[in-house]
């Protein structure tokens, strides 16, 4: 079992830059995938990006493309993401999830542990 806590949210003035950091427990971070996952007021939880184990392969969400980039550090059990050039529509609650198969996916019924959100928002 692993423990996600996310950090590094808070409020940004659109156009800016927040990076958001997930933290992992156990030994074993480097046998998840691990993706980024958003839900906005009123709105389901949305894919946003997602790293394979060693991080080589990298998937984003079309309305972040070329914004956000996903990362981790397998030795500081962290995943980040990288957030630019913000808009008021990023605003959201922004969740790490870990996904213990070797496939990478984009649909949140995928994963298998999730951390507790980081609220960003994006004031115009």
């Known amino acids: 079992q692993v423990q996600l806590v996310e950090s590094g949210g808070g409020l940004v003035q659109a156009g800016g830059s927040l990076r958001l950091s997930c933290a992992a427990s156990?030994?074993?971070?480097?046998?998840?995938?691990m993706g980024w996952f958003r839900q906005a007021p009123g709105k389901g939880r949305q894919f946003v990006a997602a790293?394979?184990?060693?991080?080589?392969?990298?998937y984003y969400a079309d309305s972040v493309k070329g914004r956000f980039t996903i990362s981790r550090d397998n030795a500081k059990n962290t995943v980040y993401l990288q957030m630019n050039s913000l808009k008021p529509e990023d605003t959201a609650v922004y969740y790490c999830?870990?996904?213990?198969?070797?496939?990478?996916?984009?649909?949140?019924?995928?994963?298998?542990?999730w951390g507790q959100g980081t609220q960003v928002t994006v004031s115009s």
């Open positions: 790293i394979s184990r060693s991080g080589t392969n990298t």
């Open positions: 156990g030994r074993t971070f480097s046998s998840y995938a």
């Open positions: 999830a870990a996904d213990r198969t070797e496939v990478v996916h984009t649909n949140i019924y995928e994963y298998d542990y």
